[in-house]
């Protein structure tokens, strides 16, 4: 494997500080054991949640004074600053209610709790700041016009793809059935807004399930990376989509091709015109042991994929996750380098070469 030089890595003009007016905060839950939360979801499964310590997670959007909340059922994990509260989740005894659902798997687990890279995507994504390089400032653009269609995978709880929403964006968030079924679905009818004399209808390109979120819209859906995604999702919704997010959930090296694979698909639809954005926590171990590492994923790793697949790859922002354990955490944006534009660098290559 050849040894990637990526020169935005410690990129001064890169570094995303914790955005002014963001801020979260986590708050402990606990129900009685023969207490239930239903929610109906108006399509014909009802969403139920027993005896289960729910971590309760907020966030603040860009607007003075609103915020978002999300149902988690563990603690977020590196993504409070030391001034915000953070929960602690009591032991209980209790079995994961899911650990047998099918599909379903410890790294799936995951997403039920928040992790840095979606603080990171939301507060890039929507909270403007002066040191925002051009491209970034595109998205944030693009998103508060209304108009940007996005595709998340790995949703879990919802944060990244609620925020956009709020934000202004059209969001179609998918995961795992049983995280869709009992997290993402939960979440975003914790935040639907319900607005006076509504007239508009919901993007035709979402499912029914769309819901208006503040100034944007966001449904959700079931999606496997293992299982080609124009077999789960139409032809119509592929060819309808401006950008794929995914935040923080390659963390296993089993997990990063069926994911790329799932966005090449899109990219397909597209012929090329739609871009991934990715955000990644370097988990560099810290053992020597490779046999014993060789499980988890890297920087290099991701890009070297990405490259491999002859997308270019470029680096948005990126932060420490905290200065006592300084792994950055990085949002990269990707496309497919089209034809033409191969034809171009080849002969730039040849030309240098001469």
């Known amino acids: 494997m050849s040894t990637l030089n990526f020169p935005f890595q410690g990129d001064s003009s890169l570094l995303r500080p914790a955005s002014n007016g963001f801020q979260c905060h986590e708050t402990l839950q606990t129900q009685t054991a023969d207490s239930e939360t239903t929610l109906d979801y108006n399509d014909g499964e009802d969403e139920v949640f027993t005896g289960q310590q729910k971590i309760i997670f907020n966030c603040t959007l860009p607007q003075e004074g609103q915020s978002l909340v999300f149902i988690c059922l563990e603690p977020s994990c590196g993504v409070l600053l030391e001034e915000e509260s953070a929960a602690e989740k009591e032991e209980d005894g209790q079995m994961d209610p899911f650990f047998f659902d099918e599909g379903y798997t410890l790294a799936g687990k995951t997403g039920f709790q928040v992790w840095p890279g979606s603080r990171l995507m939301v507060e890039a994504l929507t909270f403007c700041a002066e040191e925002d390089c051009e491209p970034l400032v595109e998205w944030q653009r693009r998103i508060v016009s209304g108009n940007l269609r996005v595709l998340e995978l790995g949703s879990g709880v919802g944060v990244v793809g609620v925020s956009l929403a709020a934000a202004g964006a059209q969001v179609l968030l998918t995961d795992l059935k049983t995280l869709v079924q009992h997290s993402t679905r ?169």
């Open 186 to 354: 939960l979440n975003l009818k914790q935040n639907k807004t319900c607005l006076e004399n509504e007239e508009n209808a919901p993007p035709g390109w979402l499912p029914d399930n769309a819901v208006r979120i503040h100034k944007g819209w966001a449904a959700s859906c079931a999606v496997d990376w293992t299982v080609p995604l124009d077999e789960q999702i139409s032809n119509d919704t592929l060819e309808s989509i401006d950008v794929v997010l995914a935040s923080d959930c390659v963390w296993l090296v089993s997990m990063m091709e069926p994911l790329l694979e799932t966005v090449e698909c899109v990219f397909r639809a597209r012929s090329g015109r739609a871009k991934f954005l990715l955000s990644f926590q370097r988990r560099d171990p810290k053992i020597q042991n490779r046999e014993t590492t060789s499980n988890f994923t890297t920087v290099d790793r991701v890009l070297q994929a990405m490259e491999e697949r002859n997308w270019s790859v470029r680096c948005l922002a990126w932060r420490l996750i905290h200065p006592t354990d300084p792994k950055e955490v990085f949002l990269f944006e990707a496309s497919p380098i089209l034809q033409s534009q191969q034809v171009i660098l080849n002969s730039s290559s040849a030309y240098h070469k001469g």
